[in-house]
C-alpha cells in the first residue's frame, strides 16, 4: 500500500542518517560506541507507560517540560550536534485520542 511505502521511505532514511551521525561522531569521539554501550538499558513495563492523565493539555505541557529537561543536558554534553525531537503534531494526538 501506499501508506506502507511511505513509512518504507521514512525508516530508510532515518536509518542513513543515523548511520551518517554515528559515523561523524565515531571519528569526532573514537569511544562514542562504548559510551552509548555503557548507557544502562532500564525495561518499563507497559501500565507504566500510560499516561496519568486523560487531558491532552496536561500531557503536552507535560511533555514539553521532558523535552526541554532532555534537550538542556543533551545539548550540554553535544553542544550543537544534540538532535532534540519535536512534539508530536497536537492534531495527529488529538485523532488518536478519538481512535482509541
Known amino acids: 500500500s501506499n501508506k506502507l511505502r511511505k513509512l ?7 536509518v542513513k542518517i543515523h548511520k551518517e551521525a554515528m ?10 560506541d562504548k559510551m552509548v554501550k555503557d548507557i544502562p538499558v ?5 501500565d507504566n507507560l500510560r499516561q496519568d492523565s486523560g487531558g491532552l493539555d496536561i500531557i503536552y505541557t507535560d511533555a514539553q517540560f521532558v523535552t526541554d529537561e532532555l534537550g538542556k543536558v543533551l545539548f550540554e554534553k553535544f553542544g550543537n ?3 532534540i525531537a ?3 503534531d497536537r ?6 485520542i478519538k481512535n482509541k
Open 91 to 96: 492534531i495527529k494526538a488529538e485523532k488518536k
Open 42 to 46: 532500564i525495561k518499563t513495563g507497559k
Open 8 to 14: 518504507e521511505v521514512h525508516l530508510s532514511q532515518s
Open 23 to 32: 559515523e561523524r561522531e565515531r571519528k569526532r569521539e573514537p569511544s562514542v
Open 81 to 83: 550536534r544534540a538532535l
Open 86 to 88: 519535536e512534539l508530536k
